[in-house]
């Protein structure tokens, strides 16, 4: 596990295969598409408000993975990954 652990523990949980098959699922029953995901995520210091990150595509590997891999750990590296609260 890296420095990042509590948002490595995140990673592992939204993108574990069981989480993805309840998702997609839900979603084409809500939709009758499983192609579009919106994803949100959440991240603050504790001492200053959260800076929320979005993105949406047609996969969530495809949107989740490149939006937290570049903008969020960059945010995370910069806010000091010591005291860091994920959602």
Known sequence: ???FKRVDNLNEH?????VTE???AE?????GRD????VFLSVCN???RAKVFHGTGSSL???YVP???GRVRKFIFGIGKEAVGVR
Do not use: A
């Open 1 to 3: 596990m890296s420095e």
């Open 14 to 18: 939204v993108l574990s295969k069981r």
């Open 22 to 24: 309840i998702l997609t």
């Open 27 to 31: 979603l084409l029953s809500k939709t």
């Open 35 to 38: 192609d579009f995901f919106v």
């Open 46 to 48: 504790k001492k200053e």
């Open 61 to 63: 590997w495809r949107d």
């Open 67 to 69: 939006m937290f891999s």
